[in-house]
């Protein structure tokens, strides 16, 4: 029974901190619609119009795509790219495994950036955001890393998260590109390792390429990081109870 050997956490969407949620934290609606109202979303939402008549006209959806109203945004970019990124992974029954030939290289890397945009880095426009989307999933990771015993630890969850909730606050970089992991929608079978040496330093792998953690001074273009550098860092994203409207948050 696996269950003898190892810890196995399932729980109820609603307490679920993998990825944000506002049942988990519920002032993260009202700061979801501070971001809405910003001239930052607004203003993108304008800026890349001709890009969603495009998609209108292909899908045959044009009078859905023809807004700019910032909280229709995610599902605009969400559901369509999901379906494209699907149709091509190697597990789902498609034949050809390739998009719409009306969806060149080109359009296909614009809608997926507004995807990235619109679906999870809308989270960094404040810090105040960040704190009540990625801060609970943050609390749990911070209550794993203070077992000092010897183990192998196993997060499993979506694109919304959890990896994205790590990444994005860290701004993990890859070294070989000098590109944030979190600029881009994780593809399909995405994997973030961090790895803990006894030494008392970290080194994180996204996808097969080490990453850096480039919010943290120390630790700009390095490979390895100090573990207590990392979670003294972390701290600061784990919301009180009062900021997440007085709620009790419970994530196991």
Not at 98 to 106: K, N, R, S
Not at 179 to 184: F, M, P, T, V
Request: proline letters at 7%; glycine letters at 6%.
């Amino acid at each position: 029974d696996p269950a003898d050997v190892m810890d196995i956490t399932v729980v109820d969407e609603r307490s679920d901190s993998m990825k944000p949620s506002d049942t988990v934290c519920p002032g993260l609606e009202d700061a979801l619609d501070e971001f809405y109202e910003s001239a930052e979303a607004k203003e993108r939402a304008e800026r890349e119009f001709s890009l969603r008549k495009t998609i209108g006209k292909t899908t045959g959806y044009s009078p859905l795509y023809r807004t700019n109203g910032t909280k229709q945004m995610n599902n605009l970019y969400n559901f369509p790219t999901e379906c494209w990124v699907a149709h091509a992974c190697p597990t789902v029954p498609s034949s050809p495994k390739a998009v719409p030939p009306e969806f060149d290289e080109g359009l296909m890397r614009s809608i997926q950036r507004e995807a990235a945009y619109w679906v999870n880095n809308r989270y960094s426009f404040s810090r105040k955001l960040q704190r009540l989307a990625y801060g609970p999933f943050i609390e749990d990771f911070l209550e794993d890393l203070r077992e000092d015993r010897t183990r192998f630890s196993v997060y499993m969850g979506h694109d919304f998260g959890p990896a994205h909730s790590v990444m994005e606050p860290l701004r993990l970089t890859w070294m070989d590109s000098g590109n944030e992991c979190a600029s881009i929608l994780p593809p399909f079978g995405a994997t973030l390792t961090m790895e803990s040496y006894t030494d008392k330093k970290v080194r994180f792998i996204y996808n097969g390429r080490v990453a850096s953690v480039e919010a943290i001074k120390e630790c700009r273009g390095r490979p390895f990081c100090s573990h207590k550098a990392i979670v003294e860092y972390l701290k600061h994203f784990v919301p009180s109870k009062r900021e997440c409207r007085g709620t009790t948050i419970k994530y196991r």
